[in-house]
Nanobody, 119 residues
Framework: VEIVESGGGWVQPGRSLTLACAGS????????MRWYRQAPGKERELVAIITETYRTNYSESLEGRFTISRDNADNMVYLQMNSLKFEDTAVYYC??????????????WGQGTQVTVSS
């Protein structure tokens, strides 16, 4: 199993950035995919979820600025981040959660990608 995030970097406040996550080694389409983030000195928090049936859910703190999507044909999940703020600075992690069968509850993590919002 491999999960690899990409797309992080430095961005000015108010701008946009899209993160990508590639999954392999598991039945991608059957997994709920999630983005988490961890800011310096803070606990890791759930940012967005997209289920295998394409239902989405977001942290209320985002105020509608982020959009999660998935492309099962390419085993990819994306996080479109708009109107970025200083407080969005964090390491962003992709997570795959199995919700079926004997592996129900097992999840896999990527290594994370750094997003820095700074002027």
């Amino acid at each position: 199993v491999e999960i690899v995030e990409s797309g992080g970097g430095w961005v000015q406040p108010g701008r946009s950035l899209t993160l990508a996550c590639a999954g392999s080694g598991f039945t991608f389409s059957r997994y709920d995919m999630r983005w988490y983030r961890q800011a310096p000195g803070k606990e890791r928090e759930l940012v967005a979820i997209i289920t295998e049936t394409y239902r989405t859910n977001y942290s209320e703190s985002l105020e509608g600025r982020f959009t999660i999507s998935r492309d099962n044909a390419d085993n990819m999940v994306y996080l479109q981040m708009n109107s970025l703020k200083f407080e969005d600075t964090a390491v962003y992690y992709c997570n795959a959660l199995c919700t079926f069968g004997s592996n129900n509850g097992i999840d896999y993590w990527g290594q994370g990608t750094q997003v820095t919002v700074s002027s």
